[in-house]
């Protein structure tokens, strides 16, 4: 398993091709088809990405022999030496071996590098596999929001924290 950063505009459709493969997955029994392809689109666009890349965002992919098989992307979040981790997905065929786990260390020992304090993330309240993961993993949920994301719909999560 490595790590690498995605640092140009063309290196993210990387992250777009394991989306395309992993969101649907993910998200089948918790949203709508129409939220998903609104929200894939909202998100991975590549005019967002790169507009993400360009104010600061951080994507990184992670390859399992050599393949990317996953990705997670943070930036800094408020004045409280606090950074929001936006995503953390994995191919779902590697779930259970402990690379969400690694993951999210390699996510937070970049953050904390850059002299962050804390790290926060959004979870769908229904996602349960990933509240668990969280979890496992030191986090701790701090609120509840209900985020309207325009088209009639909206992102019911759990705010999430953890301490570096």
């Not at 649907?24 to 088809?33: D, K, N, W, Y």
């Not at 590549?46 to 992919?61: A, I, N, Y």
């Not at 993961?133 to 924290?161: L, P, Q, T, W």
């Amino acid at each position: 398993m490595e790590f690498e950063e995605l640092t140009t505009p063309e290196s993210l459709q990387v992250i777009r091709n394991i989306a395309a493969d992993v969101w649907p997955r993910t998200f089948a029994e918790i949203l709508s088809p129409e939220q998903i392809s609104y929200m894939m689109n909202m998100m991975y666009a590549p005019e967002v990405m790169e507009r993400e890349l360009k104010d600061g965002c951080h994507f990184e992919t992670v390859k399992i022999n050599n393949v990317p098989s996953g990705y997670f992307s943070w930036s800094k979040y408020d004045q409280s030496g606090t950074a929001k981790l936006h995503k953390v997905y994995l191919k779902h065929e590697f779930h259970g071996q402990g690379i969400g786990s690694a993951m999210l260390k390699q996510a937070e020992q970049k953050i904390k590098a850059a002299g962050f304090r804390k790290v926060r993330l959004n979870v769908n309240k229904n996602n349960s596999k990933a509240i668990r993961a969280y979890e496992r993993n030191n986090f701790v949920n701090i609120e509840s929001v209900k985020i309207d994301i325009g088209n009639g719909f909206f992102m019911d999560d759990f705010v999430m924290e953890k301490t570096l």
